[in-house]
């Protein structure tokens, strides 16, 4: 069972454009959602996360917008930039088991200059 | 700096032969894991440690071994009963300290010949 959904497989945007990607999870109990950005050949690197106690955070262009009843969480890139083509992940775990990271399935944006 | 130091970065297994991916972090992080990742898709967990001389199966556990001696490393065993191990293999770690954040390394590239 597949406890993150990612959408979509694959986003092709303009430059300038915003990116948007989302996710949904069925456990409740998750209460830590981060994106990471993975460029190819590297491992993925935090982006941006966010905690269910807020329904947005935003750092410069990335911004979470979080949906605690729907379960659901999404990325948006705004001015989307070529250097911003890379695969991004969505995950979700829990603070009592931090061990344990439940990732999505990724989405390789591509920014057309 | 303070990160994590995988290798080799690219690594050629002949069929029945065993093969081990290094692992070393300078974190001081008490948990470890290893993903795999094939092309296009998500991250798959393999093994996770959360102290010295303990270690759990994840997801896609068979073909694979793992040891914990030491905090700072944790080397993967990808053995001749994985029949499909081409793959990117990524290593993390992380901490209660680290606010749920997970670090990657930079992967490794695993063909079989």
């Known amino acids: 069972q597949q406890q993150v959904k990612q959408s979509p497989q694959s986003l092709i945007v303009q430059k300038g454009g915003i990116s948007i990607i989302n996710c949904a999870y069925e456990?409740?109990?998750?209460?830590?959602f981060p994106w990471y950005q993975q460029f190819p050949g590297k491992g993925p690197a935090l982006l941006i996360a966010?905690?269910?106690?807020?329904s947005e955070k935003k750092e410069g262009r990335f911004t979470i917008s979080f949906n605690k009843s729907a379960k659901q969480f999404s990325l948006h890139i705004m001015d989307s930039q070529p250097g911003d083509s890379a695969t991004y992940f969505c995950?979700?775990?829990?603070?009592?088991?931090?061990?344990?990271?439940?990732f999505g399935s990724g989405t390789k944006l591509n920014v057309k200059p | 700096d303070g990160g994590i130091t995988q290798s080799p970065k690219y690594l050629f297994r002949k069929e029945g032969q065993n093969v081990t991916l290094s692992c070393e972090q300078n974190l001081n992080h008490d948990a470890m894991y290893w993903y795999r990742q094939d092309p296009g898709q998500g991250l798959r967990l393999i093994y996770y440690?959360?102290?010295?001389?303990?270690?759990q199966k994840g997801d896609i556990a068979e073909g694979y071994s793992v040891s914990r001696e030491k905090k700072e490393s944790f080397p993967l065993t990808v053995t001749s009963a994985q029949k499909n191990p081409t793959a990117f293999y990524l290593c993390?770690?992380?901490?209660?300290?680290?606010?749920?954040?997970?670090?990657f390394g930079e992967g490794s590239w695993l063909t079989v010949v």
């Open positions: 995950a979700a775990s829990m603070e009592y088991n931090f061990n344990k990271f439940y």
């Open positions: 993390a770690s992380t901490n209660s300290r680290s606010g749920n954040t997970i670090y």
């Open positions: 440690s959360q102290i010295v001389n303990d270690f």
């Open positions: 456990n409740t109990a998750f209460d830590y």
């Open positions: 966010i905690r269910p106690d807020v």
